[in-house]
C-alpha cells in the first residue's frame, strides 16, 4: 500500500465539506495542534517532534490561519511536507468529521479486544495507560517504539517479527503523520484485530477498507474552547481528557 494513500482518501472524503467552512481558531501547542471551525466543530491532531528543522521561521503561514478556507489546510494530508502540516491538516479533518450521528462506544478500547493468555500483543507507539490492562490478561506484549525514553528500542528483525506474529496489533494514529501507517500494516501477518488508536484518529470507517484494520479508538472534542485553550498552554492528553469524548467503533474487515 501506497505511503499517504489513508491521508489521501480521508482528503478525498472531506474535502467538499471543507468548501464551505472557514478557520475560526487554530492553536498549536506542544503536545497537540487544535483548530476549530465557523459552525464551533473542532478537531485536534498530535504534534511530533521535528528533529529536522532547524529554522526560525517553523510555519511561514502563520497569523494568516484565522479566516482561511478550511480546504486550503485540509490540503496540507496531501501536500503538507512535514510532519507539522499533516498535523494541521489532520485536526482540520478531524473537526470536518466531529458530528453529531456517529455511531460510537466509550468503553475502554482493550475491552473489545477480548484478549487470552499468552496471545501475542504489538504495540506500535507507547499507550501507558494499556500496558498494566493488557499483561494482566496474560497477553504477551511488545511495544514498537521510536523513543528510546518510553520503551526499548527494538532491532529492525524484532519489529518485523513481532508485527508479522502478533495476533492483536494496537497502532498509534501518529503513525499518519509520519508517514510509516502503511509500511507498518504492510509488515502484519495474520493478526484477529487491528486497532488504529489515540485522538489524532480520523473516525472515518470508509478510508481504511482494504486494510486489516478492525477498529478505531479516537476521541471528538466536546468542549472546542476549554480544549484549545488548554493546547495553547501546552497542555497533552491528561489535562484535555475531561473535555474530550473517546469513542471506538468497530469496522469489517475490508
Same mark, same amino acid.
Do not use: W
Given at each position: 500500500? !501506497?505511503? @499517504? ?17 472557514? *478557520? ?8 497537540? *495542534? ?12 498530535? *504534534?511530533? +517532534? ?9 510555519? !511561514? =503561514? ?17 501536500? @503538507?511536507?512535514?510532519?507539522l502540516r499533516r498535523a494541521i491538516g489532520l485536526a482540520t479533518a478531524n473537526a470536518l468529521i466531529c458530528a453529531p450521528g456517529h455511531q460510537t462506544d466509550d468503553?475502554?478500547?482493550?475491552t473489545f479486544f477480548n484478549l487470552q493468555p499468552d496471545e501475542k500483543v504489538a504495540m506500535v507507539g507507547m499507550f501507558a495507560p494499556l500496558v498494566s490492562r %493488557? ?10 517504539? !521510536?523513543?528510546? =525514553?518510553?520503551? /526499548? ?10 508485527? !508479522? ?16 501507517? =502503511? ?7 495474520? #493478526? ?9 484518529? +480520523?473516525?472515518? #470507517? =470508509?478510508?481504511?477498507?482494504?486494510? #486489516? ?7 471528538? *472534542? ?8 488548554? %493546547? ?9 481528557? #475531561? ?8 469496522? /469489517?474487515?475490508?
Amino acid at each position: 500500500m !501506497k505511503t @499517504g494513500l489513508i491521508l489521501s482518501r480521508l482528503y478525498e472524503r472531506l474535502k467538499t465539506a471543507a468548501e464551505v467552512r472557514t *478557520v475560526c481558531d487554530m492553536r498549536l501547542g506542544l503536545s497537540y *495542534v487544535g483548530l476549530m471551525l465557523d459552525d464551533g466543530a473542532a478537531g485536534l491532531a498530535a *504534534v511530533l +517532534p521535528d528533529r529536522a528543522s532547524h529554522s526560525c521561521t517553523v510555519l !511561514k =503561514e502563520a497569523g494568516t490561519y484565522v479566516g482561511s478556507g478550511a480546504v486550503d489546510v485540509l490540503q496540507y494530508l496531501v501536500n @503538507g511536507g512535514s510532519a507539522l502540516r499533516r498535523a494541521i491538516g489532520l485536526a482540520t479533518a478531524n473537526a470536518l468529521i466531529c458530528a453529531p450521528g456517529h455511531q460510537t462506544d466509550d468503553r475502554e478500547a482493550t475491552t473489545f479486544f477480548n484478549l487470552q493468555p499468552d496471545e501475542k500483543v504489538a504495540m506500535v507507539g507507547m499507550f501507558a495507560p494499556l500496558v498494566s490492562r %493488557i499483561r494482566a490478561t496474560g497477553a504477551v506484549l511488545t511495544v514498537i517504539e !521510536k523513543n528510546p =525514553e518510553r520503551a /526499548g528500542l527494538l532491532s529492525p528483525e524484532q519489529k518485523s517479527r513481532a508485527l !508479522k506474529d502478533c495476533d492483536v496489533a494496537i497502532i498509534t494514529a501518529t503513525t499518519l503523520l509520519n508517514g510509516t501507517f =502503511e509500511e507498518t500494516i504492510g509488515l502484519l501477518g495474520r #493478526p484477529r484485530e487491528v486497532a488504529l488508536m489515540g485522538p489524532s484518529t +480520523p473516525l472515518v #470507517p =470508509e478510508i481504511f477498507s482494504e486494510t #486489516p484494520v478492525t477498529h478505531l479508538g479516537g476521541a471528538t *472534542v466536546a468542549d472546542a474552547r476549554r480544549a484549545l485553550q488548554i %493546547i495553547s498552554e501546552g497542555g497533552g492528553t491528561p489535562a484535555l481528557r #475531561p473535555h474530550l469524548k473517546f469513542v471506538n467503533m468497530t469496522l /469489517g474487515r475490508g
